[in-house]
């Protein structure tokens, strides 16, 4: 057999360590993309908790002058 040269093993190792550091950042940029999605829609309840709700008083109010 022969003999494996220092230099080519180093740059495999770093060939090897740069494609899991990219894969790791895909993965983490995949799971930002999926968490905001459900937590910046606010649903009718949250709404209606901060008075912002369709059911307001300041909605009639309006409507009515």
């Known amino acids: 057999m022969a003999k494996k ?3 080519s093993v180093l740059k495999r ?4 360590k740069k494609a899991e ?4 950042k895909r993965e983490t940029r995949g799971q930002k993309e999926k968490e905001p ?9 949250d709404l209606d908790g ?7 008083p300041g909605d009639r109010e ?3 002058s």
């Open 37 to 45: 999605s459900d937590s910046d829609v606010a649903t009718q309840e």
């Open 13 to 16: 190792q770093r060939e090897r």
């Open 50 to 56: 901060y008075g912002v709700g369709s059911d307001s």
């Open 21 to 24: 550091k990219a894969a790791m």
């Open 5 to 7: 040269s220092k230099m």
């Open 62 to 64: 309006e409507g009515d």
